[in-house]
């Protein structure tokens, strides 16, 4: 309990408000850090090339959007959200299932719903579905977690995970593994099983490339990163353009819309997945500090949200978004740097992209929701 | 574990996994970076070089011979041409009314060439057409109007063997001359003066720098100079042009009156006589106190304003390729070599003279026949004069004056079998007088002809051959200049130079002394002129050659004189001085920030990135020839060329301004005393006085008491060819002109090669006495 904490209190206390009443407690560093992040990702939009103003424009709605889902998320209780994890989860495999029926094609996955101008990906928004009801299971068990219930948990997030790996996403795929890593590994789950999760995943992922179950150029990025000289060097290419515009940014960048390798197009993807290569380029060492910092800071602030839940639904949930969040960032950020392959996810609130924004808010409105309402 | 413990741990591994990004890219953007950012310049930044104003060539008189034409080219890019392929033809089509050139023809020359910046389609196109252009330009996207400067021939083709011509650097980009920088699509010297003094003419390129988008898009806006072209330096040739205009037509002459006559084939036996085809022929004019080429004629010749706007590899190879008749690009007075037949005479004389074999005084008996003593019985030994003629009691002077063969044989048969003297003797004095080897004229493609020894058929035969053996009958060959003796026309003329000027061997100079090649001009100025580059249209750049590089921007030159690299460098006061100064740019361009990243060459990119390395801070100044004249002289124990500077004498030839120098270089001054020279000169001067010289007739009538004329014919036998006639011989004061004849299978020297020498000394004697004639009377002499 900070000292603004108990100053706010006792100024609310006098002017007949409650003192453990939610809206005391928000978490406005983590809010800031989510809004410090967005106004980033959209300078660094712009700066991808000088036609890049419509791509602006929509991010900016796509934000209007993220901050209202986050308002709405933390104003509902998050109790309630547990207790109707049934429908939440149901839905959330619903709309995979029918975005597998129904759902439009593009880059080769079957994963998007074209409703008028927007694109909704299910597989983002079910990262927080997922995450709900895996806290809901969770919350119900206060004891040791054994090896049925941990079967269990694996079977709930199996389900979304499998519809997702088969349109074929394997990155969205492997972000809930390591959402449902984190938070068996807070339930408690013995270290052995989780050892066996890994083994199983990287089982899974092997036999994804050896099966043909992934689109090619999926394939082809995984044998970029393990043979960066073989047939997939275009995508390697990719890679060496993406280190070369980090690189050259040297420690204080070469200024925003300066920067050669985002100006004329040498890096893909840079609007949206590969937007932390247009930061380290034209901000330099200092801009990619300062943005890792934030995150750092935005995660920071929810692992204490995590530690100081009032329930063990409401930590779990701040851990998967955590975990969500920790991947997100380490995977992209790793892949425009090389020491991970490209599996094509964004960067949270930097990148340009309506379902990954949303969802990104959306899980922060979920952990300030528990937060704010750590007191009852 | 509790639940704090295990969170305590998520912290852990994030923290962990944060530094890692942390380090990666600190890492990324310090250690690496100097790397990173060099390969981001790589990405984006390109360079071209604009072509600098070719320097003219002069003749001797300053008339020029070659001169630059700005010309309109339109152009057609790709990237702004539509993108739908009926559109785009619609667009040639419209090329097509405007042009009068066929679009289909348009297409292919659209396509020959892959250049981001545009494809030449048409030249020398009309002002109303790119008027026209210019006014609809939005009917024509992609087509665009640049000029451009192309060489162009005031004088025809006045001694196009000398001039060379201009064409597609080609396979040269591979080793380009004096290791200057070039791109694809670059223009130079491929033949003769064009390709000697590439190096003074071509000028300093500017640099222009783009920056390309990842579809190789030129980003308009960011095109910079980096340096602004320097023009190159004219060259002033030695060549005159009215006497080389007369040359020429003597040549034909010549060649056009032996072809009605005939006579037989040699084969090894008799056969009917036909005429003499007389195809080909080439002549030289030397002057023998400066080594200066006057005049340098060779036929058949060609038109090289035809190689102008390029000449298809087809036309190239039907009319000027290997199987093209006669080879007209040939320069036969450099690399057409011939068996010099009795022209050699004279050389062998010094020999046994300097050698002791004879004295002015011996003579011998000529009977018109020579027969091998001791001559194994299945081999020739028996010799003939030509037409079995008997000169009688013979001596040196005499046995040049009527060619006997038979005063030769004996020379020959001496050398070889008496123990007293070297056995190679004839031949060391052929190389003495600069026989097989590179006079190292400052032409491209000179042969060095060939002096056989026992030694070099032994080599030629290799070990599998041990019978092949010097015999007898071989240096009977090589004593009057027959068999496998090969000499070029200048050799010949600068060995008789050397009979002339009392033994003093000079290489052939064909130019006058040159200013040294440009330099980069300051570069502060140069790098930092941001000159008319930023305009909207990013092909007015390279194309503006013409209008921004003019020759009024000659000033900009920098006067310090460039240290030549030859090791000729006698004439180079102040090299050392002007080193320094004038190497800095150089190497401040190679060291500008932004060229540390342009790796090697990279040819294949039609966009011409390049290396900036290839300049070092030793460009060849002096206008040393390609092949240069250092490195090509006989590797026979030569001493080293000694240059002097001298002055140009006045004489009946044009008048050569003041200021203008010629650098004698002397190869080295033969052993030729007075004792010998005096009866060879006596003897070469009864060729053309005495009633039974063999050169007489032709000179008939020749006023040798006012141009005094000596000289000497040959006739070399060819086989299963006509014979190849030969005269070289100098006149005029001083013995100051050498002239050299060579017409291919066209009969005995005296009677076809000694009227066109004739003529020509008539023209040095300021007289033309009318057309060529072959000469049928007098004896028949080699």
Redesign the interface.
Known sequence: MTLTDTLSTRRHRAAGVRPDSPFLHVDWVLIACTVMLSATGLVLIRSTGANNLRLVERQSLFLVLGLAALVTMMTLDYRNLLDNAVFIYGGTVLSLVLVLLIGQEHKGAQGWFDIGPMQLQPAEFAKVGVIISLAAYGSGQRNFLDARRFVIVLMLTAVPTALIFIQPDLGSALVFLAIVF?ML??A?APPRLLLALVAGGIVVVFAAVRLGVLAEYQVNRLLAFTNPGGKASGIAFNVT?S?????????LGKGLNQG??T????VPEQHSDFIFTAL??QL??AG??VV?LV??IL??RI?RA??SARD?GG?LIC?GV?ALL?FH??QN??MT?G?MPITGIPLPFLSYGGSATLTSFAAVGLVLSVEMRRFR | MDTRQRLGTLMIVTLCLFATLLVRVTWLQTVDRESFTQQAVLNTKSLRLVPAQRGRILDRAGNVLVDNQVVSVVMVTKSKLPTRSAAQAAVFRKLQDVLGIDAGELVRRFNSVDDLEGVEVARNVTESAIVYLGENSDLFPGVSAILDSQRVYPQGSLAPHVLGYVGDIGDDLQAPPCNARYQTGDKLGKTGIERSYECVLRGMPGVVEYTVDRRNRIVASQTRWIAQPVPGNDVRLTIDSDLQKMVEKRVKEGLAAAREHGGEVFVGKTVPPTPFPAPAGSAVVFDSSTGAVIAMASYPDYDPSEFVAGISAGDYERRYGADAANAPLTNRAISGQYAPGSTAKPFVAVSAFNNGLINERTTIEDTGSFTIENCPKNVRCTFNNAGNAAHGKVDLQRSLTVSSDVFYYRLGQRFWTEKDWPRNGIQDTYKEFGFGGDTGIALPNEKSGNVPTPESLAAGAGKDNPDIKWRTGDNLNVAIGQGEMLATPLQLAAAYAALANNGTLLSPRIAFDTPPPPIPVDEPAAAAAPTSSSGPNDSSVPASTPSTVGREQTSSRPSSSRPSSSQHSSRQPEASSSQSSSSRPVTDLVSGPDFEAFGPFSPSLGFGRFSVDPIGPTLPGDPVPIEGPADSLPSDGAPTVIDTTIAIPADSLAVVPAGVTITRRLRRSVDLSNDVRAPVLAGLRGVITDGGGTANPAFRGFPVESFPVAGKTGTAQVFRKHDTALFVGFGGPANRFVVCVVLEEAGFGGQAAAPVARAIFEGLDGRDDGAVTYVTSGSVER
């Not at chain 1, 280190?243 to 420690?251: E, Y």
């Not at chain 1, 100006?263 to 040498?266: A, L, N, S, T, W």
């Open positions: 984190a590994w807070i408690g353009q280190k070369i515009a980090i690189g050259s940014g040297g420690l050669t390798q100006q004329y197009g040498f380290g380029e330099g060492l990619c500090a890792l995150f750092g995660l920071a692992w995590a530690a063990t930590t851990v955590m920790l960032v380490f950020v790793g740097l020491i």
